[in-house]
């Protein structure tokens, strides 16, 4: 995840007691282990993706998905679930 767009303060608490940080939180779920519920990105209120505004979800949308930013391992997995979204409503 690109610091630049999502501040992950090294203060934000983790909510799993094996992590410090919120920062190692995602490191250890969202992208080692691949163990978190899908979207919960957009539902942590830690992101503030679901209380922001229009313009800032897609920016985080544009830049997750971007080839030239995006791991290619990331991308294929965030594309898959993005288009299973759409595809369930």
């Given at each position: 995840?690109?610091?630049t767009?999502i501040?992950?303060?090294?203060?934000?608490?983790?909510r799993?007691?094996?992590?410090?940080?919120f920062?190692?939180?995602?490191?250890?779920?969202?992208?080692?282990?691949?163990?978190?519920?899908?979207?919960l990105?957009?539902?942590?209120?830690?992101l503030?993706?679901?209380?922001?505004?229009?313009?800032?979800l897609?920016?985080?949308l544009?830049?997750?998905?971007?080839p030239?930013r995006?791991?290619t391992?990331?991308?294929?997995?965030?594309?898959?679930?993005?288009?299973m979204?759409?595809?369930?409503?």
């Open positions: 995840m690109r610091r767009l501040t992950l303060d090294k203060a934000d608490p983790s799993d007691s094996r992590s410090k940080t920062e190692e939180e995602i490191q250890c779920h969202a992208i080692t282990n691949d163990d978190y519920e899908h979207f990105i957009f539902y942590d209120g830690r503030g993706l679901k209380a922001g505004n229009d313009e800032g897609f920016r985080f544009c830049e997750m998905v971007h030239l995006a791991q391992k990331v991308l294929g997995k965030a594309l898959k679930r993005i288009f979204a759409v595809k369930n409503g």
